[in-house]
């Protein structure tokens, strides 16, 4: 079995037994955080305290907190001792004035030492008092606390497609903003006055111990804070609120404490990723740029998320013209307010322009999603050789250190319960906590190895290249029909991946003898992986003088490639397909051609219209009438062949001119 050693961040515990529960303690005098067990409280079962150190100070029902090894408790003043003694001397030299004996001598050596010895006593514990005093205990109300780390760094896209994050060390910080009362001048006074300072005198003050909660991988850049208790200690003349009756200035406190991360919470890389790209189909004038987060997880036990976008700046080149649009694919989010500058001038660097988002708040989708799309269209083509710079601006809820929060610790030590008649916020715990991350990173977005697609359509009246390239070609005496497609798709299968051949249904064209036909072929071909689809639409006008096949036509086909290309040779490798397919499809039809027969036909006899309408009812010879039948069968049969003979016409398998003859026959039978 292997052992592993892993670095951990420390955590609040109590100083006595290591626990993590219950911590709600601070000893006084030490510093360190105790639990409810091991907390030491030097109370009466009235719960009065037993020392005199915060005696006459309003304090008296505000239990001290010390830890096993400090415990101790602070006499009080011998001041019975020096009164009754004092009494007993009296008492004792009355006696002796009136009556002079052993006994009543007795009583006043005995009041007179007492009374020295008071005396002498109560000098000597003042004396150690003054020598020892504590800091003043005040208790302002917590307004709220802030914890707050900072971490930056850059993001950079090489030339050469590379991807690379660099962090630089992180700082942060806890601020606590409190608030100063009238309570806190009384006892200031009452200090005063007990340990014999004069009006103005200097004194300092404790205002309880910050409690940290969470995994706190952090060390305090002052020396004399260690550890998760942070004692809340000060001068009193760096507060005038305190010692200036007559003003309410000053009341404010804001208590800083800066830190930096440890090992064990140092993040390696940014927790953002900028990705450029052009859009396909926008003629390479369009920028799109996708931010992209991880919830990354930091020293505690929580993931950071981010929670809104401050700042995103981008400098363009000036040479890509002007903004023609902004906006963004990702629904709801607010990056439709920017600003654009105007042409920057530096010296040393090409000209440029910034665009410019301010306090973007993060939509529920994109939180969803992790990403956030802006896109941004120029008035010129953007050129892969150039550069994006620019800066972004983040903020995550939570910290990288693991710091989750604060709770307070009062002055003597008590846990986060409010002090008895003190009804102000001071002790709450995680009051107004806020708990961020901010991060702000440079970028260097190099656009060499961006990858464009745009999709080619050729022919295109738009490109140039295309000038030459028809899109209609004609072919004077070709059958559109179902032959004429035949011949085309097995030309063309040799080299082509055929995907469907539709066929519209014949339409008259308002001549005699004529139908319109139209065809629709669509298929693939590749060019060792890109897809290169096609659409050839076969459309002609073919006559039929008298049977159900045509005898003679004109066709005109169109032949359209279109694929999507990522460069210039993917570019024109398009343009050359649609040649070898616009080849082949014309060699195709000539050879179709000069295969099709070259037959005219001679107007029907009366009895060749009949044996050439196949299918199509007309007048029948006399073997096939019924031999017997009444009239109305007779009517009925006749008018069913009028209607098929419609329904051939319209068909186009029969010519107006058969129709005409075949309906007049029908119609002179008896």
Not at 25 to 50: I, M, P, Q, Y
Not at 200 to 209: I, K, L, Q, V
């Given at each position: ?222 020396p004399a804070l260690n550890g998760c208790v942070i004692p809340l200690v000060g001068r009193v003349s760096d507060h005038p609120f305190l010692d200036t009756a007559a003003t309410s200035a000053g009341a404010q406190w804001q208590a800083s404490f800066p830190y930096a991360l440890d090992a064990t919470s140092q ?404």
């Open positions: 079995m292997q052992t592993y050693i892993r670095d951990r961040a420390p955590r609040l515990r109590c100083r006595d037994c290591g626990g993590l529960r219950n911590i709600r303690n601070v000893c006084h005098h030490c510093g360190g955080a105790l639990c409810d067990e091991h907390a030491v409280r030097s109370t009466d079962a009235e719960g009065r305290n037993l020392t005199s150190e915060y005696a006459d100070l309003d304090l008296d029902t505000t239990p001290v907190i010390h830890c096993p090894a400090d415990h101790h408790v602070v006499k009080g003043p011998l001041k019975k001792w020096l009164w009754g003694g004092a009494g007993g001397a009296l008492l004792g030299l009355l006696l002796v004035i009136l009556d002079a004996n052993p006994f009543t001598l007795l009583v006043f050596l005995a009041g007179a030492g007492t009374a020295a010895y008071g005396y002498y006593g109560e000098q000597h514990r003042i004396r150690r008092m003054l020598e020892s005093r504590p800091k003043l205990p005040l208790t302002p109300g917590l307004d709220s606390v802030e914890i707050a780390e900072r971490l930056s760094g850059e993001l950079l896209l090489s030339t050469e497609g590379v991807y690379t994050s660099a962090v630089d060390p992180v700082d942060g910080g806890v601020q606590l903003r409190l608030t100063f009362g009238q309570k806190d001048r009384d006892r200031l006074k009452c200090y005063r006055a007990k340990y014999q300072l004069g009006p103005a005198a200097e004194a300092d003050f404790s205002a309880g111990y910050v409690l940290l909660a969470g995994e706190a991988g952090l060390r305090f850049k002052d993040p390696d890389h940014l927790p953002l990723w900028l990705t450029p790209s052009l859009v396909p189909e926008q003629d390479r004038r369009t920028l799109e740029l996708e931010l992209q987060w991880v919830p990354f997880r930091s020293g505690g036990e929580a993931d950071l998320r981010l929670e809104s976008v401050h700042l995103l700046r981008l400098e363009v080149p000036a040479a890509w013209g002007n903004v023609e649009s902004v906006s963004s694919p990702t629904a709801g989010n607010s990056m439709r307010h920017y600003t654009i500058s105007d042409v920057i001038m530096p010296d040393g660097r090409p000209p440029y322009r910034t665009i410019e988002w301010v306090q973007a708040a993060t939509s529920t989708e994109e939180r969803t999603k992790k990403r956030l799309v802006v896109s941004v269209r120029f008035e010129k083509q953007i050129k892969t050789t150039d550069a994006v710079k620019g800066r972004i601006e983040a903020r995550f809820g939570g910290t990288l250190s693991g710091l989750t929060g604060v709770s307070m610790a009062h002055p003597l030590g008590g846990g986060v319960q409010q002090p008895a008649g003190d009804r102000r916020a001071h002790a709450q715990p995680g009051r107004k906590t806020t708990a961020r991350t901010e991060v702000a990173a440079e970028f260097t977005l190099n656009l060499a190895l961006v990858r464009y697609q745009d999709v080619r359509k050729v022919p295109d009246r738009r490109v140039e290249d295309d000038s030459a390239r028809e899109e209609k070609t004609s072919f004077g005496g070709v059958i559109p029909d179902h032959e004429t497609v035949i011949a085309l798709t097995n030309a063309l299968a040799e080299h082509y991946y055929i995907k469907r051949v539709l066929e519209n249904p014949p339409r008259g064209s308002g001549r005699a003898n004529t139908v319109n036909r139209y065809w629709d072929i669509a298929g693939r071909l590749y060019d060792g992986v890109l897809p290169i689809d096609f659409q050839i639409i076969l459309t002609g006008v073919e006559t039929r003088l008298g049977g159900i096949r045509a005898e003679r036509g004109d066709a005109e086909v169109g032949v359209t490639v279109t694929a999507s290309y990522a460069n210039e040779a993917m570019k024109e490798t398009i343009g050359s397909a649609w040649d070898g397919l616009n080849h082949r499809v014309g060699e195709a039809l000539k050879h179709a051609l000069a295969s099709q027969p070259r037959t005219v036909a001679q107007p029907p006899q009366r009895e060749e219209a009949v044996l050439d309408t196949g299918s199509v009812p007309g007048p029948r010879p006399p073997a096939d009438r019924p031999a017997a039948g009444t009239d109305a069968d007779a009517a009925e049969a006749k008018k069913k062949r009028r209607q098929d003979l419609t329904d051939a016409l319209l068909a186009g398998r029969i010519s107006e001119a058969i129709y005409l003859t075949l309906r007049a026959e029908i119609d002179e039978e008896p």
